[in-house]
């Protein structure tokens, strides 16, 4: 017991501190859309000139290319079919090619192949004698859902324009003199596929052939600032995908390349950044099939240029994170996210955050309460401590104890007795053994963020009395939530 007809306890508050390593997550994201949930303009995204026929693969019957130009076999009863290498998650957006009939017959039907699943089901945006279609093949059986009265000539260009947007689906032609019509149709069959070409012949004895010349096109919606796809070399295509599960949310970014010679990139340009600043770069990949690399870079205003990830063949969503520090006379960032060769690269939660940085000093290592007794309680230090902080973002700054005080003897009191408030605040609040937060803020001056604590210490006549000085010890911690 505290007694006053003897010498009164000693106690003493030992401190510490604590900076806990910040995660870049935590800053603010400098990139606009980064997980691609905002859909944004239109553009081309795919184009390929069809005599190097580099992102075509014949899926069944024949297409050969001669004089530049891709035609197909037209062998009775049969079905031509090329599609593009690794567009398998085209869903919404438009396919443009030219196309003409060598001979005009409502027995041959050809042009853009949307949505393409197997050999025996997709749509096909067609001419055929006194019509444009949009033909669905479904389990192997031709239906025409869609058609527009029109009279295309044999031996003659005409553009075929297939767009699809969820389960609308429509065919338009365009031919000499700009004459057009549009055929339109609802079905919900397919939500997404490959794109290509075909020609379906169904007179047994008789070749009707379809050629397709350049240029094959493809338009997609573009996420929300980001670039429509720049091509490097062949011609690669860009998806706004919404087929296969995303790294999260239901949206994300894929760039697949038809030949191993294509490459090509999206990107935001123009981020502004610190010179002589740590940033974070970090991206989830996801890989089917890649022949080159799926790459996410940081390329400085001057040319340096930051590689997060170089990622081949096949795998699952993994995220990649790379810290690196901006040369001094860097004033913007472009991250440019990167397919080299054939196969499909997505891309998803892409950041760029300024590297969360957090330090902590303490304006003394101990608080001594002197001798106390219960006649005298409760002791009161104002201020107790000051705890500065300094960060470049968000953080926060807590406290907790080690346990009850000890004289190191085996004797004994509550840490709870022991109670800490903001310098001048109302009450105080009971220390304990799991982390409470004193005080957060924002990014601060070089200075820092001053926090005094004041620290209240109540004994009774319950609590022993020893001649060691009774101590605890507190810990701040500093850091970026």
Same mark, same amino acid.
């Not at 390349?257 to 970090?282: C, D």
């Not at 890649?290 to 690399?293: F, N």
């Given at each position: 017991?505290?007694?006053?007809?003897?010498?009164?306890?000693?106690?003493?508050?030992?401190?510490?501190?604590?900076?806990?390593?910040?995660?870049?997550?935590? *800053?603010? &994201?400098?990139?606009?859309?980064? =997980?691609?949930?905002?859909?944004?303009?239109?553009?081309?995204?795919?184009s390929?000139?069809?005599? !190097?026929?580099?992102?075509?693969?014949i899926t069944?019957? &024949?297409?050969?290319?001669?004089? %530049?130009?891709a035609?197909? #076999?037209?062998? %009775?009863?049969?079905? !031509?079919?090329?599609?593009?290498?690794?567009?398998?998650?085209?869903?919404?957006?438009?396919?443009?090619?030219?196309?003409?009939?060598?001979?005009?017959?409502?027995?041959?039907?050809?042009?853009?192949?949307?949505?393409?699943?197997?050999?025996?089901?997709?749509?096909?945006?067609?001419?055929?004698? /006194?019509?444009?279609?949009v033909?669905?093949?479904?389990?192997?059986?031709?239906?025409?859902?869609?058609?527009?009265?029109?009279?295309?000539? #044999?031996?003659?260009?005409?553009?075929?324009?297939?767009?699809?947007?969820?389960?609308?689906?429509?065919?338009?032609a365009?031919?000499? =003199?700009?004459?057009?019509?549009?055929?339109?149709?609802?079905?919900?069959?397919?939500?997404?596929?490959?794109?290509?070409?075909?020609?379906?012949?169904?007179?047994?004895?008789?070749?009707?052939?379809?050629?397709? @010349?350049?240029?094959?096109?493809?338009?997609?919606?573009?996420?929300?600032?980001?670039?429509?796809?720049?091509?490097?070399a =062949?011609?690669? =295509?860009?998806?706004?995908?919404?087929?296969?599960?995303? /790294?999260?949310?239901?949206?994300?970014l894929?760039?697949?390349?038809?030949?191993?010679?294509?490459?090509?990139?999206?990107?935001?340009?123009?981020?502004?950044?610190?010179? &002589?600043?740590?940033?974070?770069?970090?991206? *989830?990949i996801?890989?089917?099939a890649?022949?080159?690399?799926a790459?996410?870079?940081?390329?400085?205003?001057?040319?340096t240029?930051?590689?997060?990830?170089?990622?081949?063949?096949?795998s699952?969503?993994?995220?990649?994170?790379?810290?690196?520090?901006?040369?001094?006379?860097?004033?913007?960032?472009?991250?440019?996210?990167?397919?080299?060769?054939?196969?499909?690269?997505?891309?998803?939660?892409?950041?760029?955050?300024?590297?969360?940085?957090? %330090?902590?000093?303490?304006?003394?290592?101990?608080?001594?309460?002197g001798?106390?007794?219960?006649?005298?309680?409760?002791?009161?230090?104002?201020?107790?401590?000051?705890?500065?902080?300094?960060?470049?973002?968000?953080? *926060?700054?807590?406290?907790?104890?080690?346990?009850?005080?000890?004289?190191?003897?085996?004797?004994?009191?509550?840490?709870?007795?022991?109670?800490?408030?903001?310098?001048?605040g109302?009450?105080?609040?009971?220390v304990?053994?799991?982390?409470?937060?004193?005080?957060?803020?924002?990014?601060?001056?070089?200075?820092?963020?001053?926090?005094?604590?004041?620290?209240?210490?109540?004994?009774?006549?319950?609590?022993?009395?020893? *001649?060691?000085?009774?101590?605890?010890? @507190?810990?701040?911690?500093?850091?970026?939530?």
């Open positions: 017991m505290f007694d006053t007809r003897t010498r009164a306890a000693a106690c003493v508050l030992a401190l510490g501190g604590l900076v806990l390593a910040p995660a870049a997550a935590q *800053a603010a &994201n400098l990139v606009a859309d980064p =997980g691609f949930e905002t859909t944004g303009s239109a553009g081309t995204v795919f390929d000139t069809l005599p !190097d026929l580099n992102a075509l693969q069944t019957g &024949n297409v050969v290319l001669a004089g %530049g130009t035609t197909t #076999a037209g062998l %009775g009863s049969s079905t !031509d079919v090329a599609v593009v290498r690794n567009s398998q998650d085209y869903q919404d957006g438009t396919v443009t090619v030219l196309a003409s009939q060598a001979a005009v017959t409502p027995q041959l039907t050809g042009g853009v192949v949307l949505r393409y699943r197997d050999t025996a089901n997709f749509y096909l945006c067609g001419i055929t004698k /006194n019509a444009v279609v033909q669905r093949r479904l389990a192997g059986t031709d239906t025409v859902i869609g058609t527009a009265a029109y009279s295309p000539a #044999a031996s003659v260009a005409y553009t075929l324009t297939a767009t699809a947007t969820g389960s609308s689906i429509s065919c338009k365009v031919g000499p =003199g700009g004459v057009t019509a549009t055929a339109v149709a609802t079905d919900a069959s397919f939500a997404s596929g490959m794109i290509g070409i075909a020609a379906v012949n169904s007179t047994p004895t008789q070749v009707r052939q379809m050629s397709f @010349l350049q240029p094959f096109t493809m338009t997609s919606a573009v996420p929300q600032s980001w670039t429509p796809i720049t091509s490097l =062949g011609r690669p =295509g860009m998806v706004f995908d919404h087929v296969a599960p995303a /790294n999260s949310g239901s949206s994300y894929q760039l697949f390349g038809g030949a191993g010679s294509y490459a090509g990139y999206a990107q935001q340009a123009g981020i502004p950044v610190a010179g &002589n600043t740590s940033y974070t770069l970090t991206a *989830a996801r890989t089917d890649v022949s080159g690399s790459r996410v870079m940081a390329i400085e205003s001057g040319g240029t930051t590689t997060l990830a170089t990622v081949t063949g096949t699952a969503w993994t995220i990649y994170s790379a810290t690196f520090v901006t040369q001094p006379a860097t004033t913007s960032v472009t991250v440019r996210l990167q397919v080299d060769g054939s196969g499909r690269a997505s891309f998803d939660d892409v950041s760029l955050a300024i590297t969360p940085t957090v %330090g902590l000093t303490l304006s003394a290592t101990s608080v001594d309460f001798a106390v007794d219960p006649l005298s309680s409760p002791f009161t230090r104002s201020p107790a401590v000051t705890a500065t902080v300094t960060s470049n973002t968000n953080w *926060a700054l807590s406290l907790q104890g080690a346990g009850d005080f000890s004289d190191g003897a085996g004797k004994t009191f509550p840490l709870a007795q022991l109670g800490w408030r903001p310098n001048g109302s009450a105080f609040t009971a304990t053994t799991a982390a409470q937060t004193v005080a957060s803020g924002t990014a601060t001056t070089s200075a820092g963020t001053a926090n005094p604590i004041d620290y209240q210490l109540q004994v009774t006549y319950a609590d022993p009395v020893s *001649a060691q000085p009774f101590s605890t010890t @507190l810990t701040y911690i500093a850091t970026t939530p």
